[in-house]
């Protein structure tokens, strides 16, 4: 298997750390502003922190995105390696 194969190049976790991250900015940022559109517009961050962030629910709300990000990177990064022309 293929992915077999790049889990052991350093080069693919190179990779996969930087969509991670990419991926987890925007995932983060456009989460927040879909869920809380409203409470952005009208400058109550408040009500977001304490919907999102407060008595320690950030720590599982950080850890789920961050975890579907690495997922998404370690597949877009092993399919974009298979159509590279050899």
């Known amino acids: 298997m293929r992915i077999l194969e790049d889990i052991k190049n350093p080069d693919y976790w190179i990779k996969v750390l930087q969509l991670a991250t990419i991926f987890f900015v925007i995932f983060v940022g456009l989460s927040l502003i879909i869920s809380h559109f409203r409470q952005i517009v009208s400058g109550d961050f408040a009500a977001i922190y304490q919907d999102e962030f407060a008595n320690g629910k950030w720590v599982e709300y950080l850890l789920i995105k ?8 370690m597949y877009m990064t092993s399919r974009r390696r298979n159509f590279r022309p050899q």
């Open 66 to 73: 961050a975890a579907i990000s690495f997922v998404y990177a």
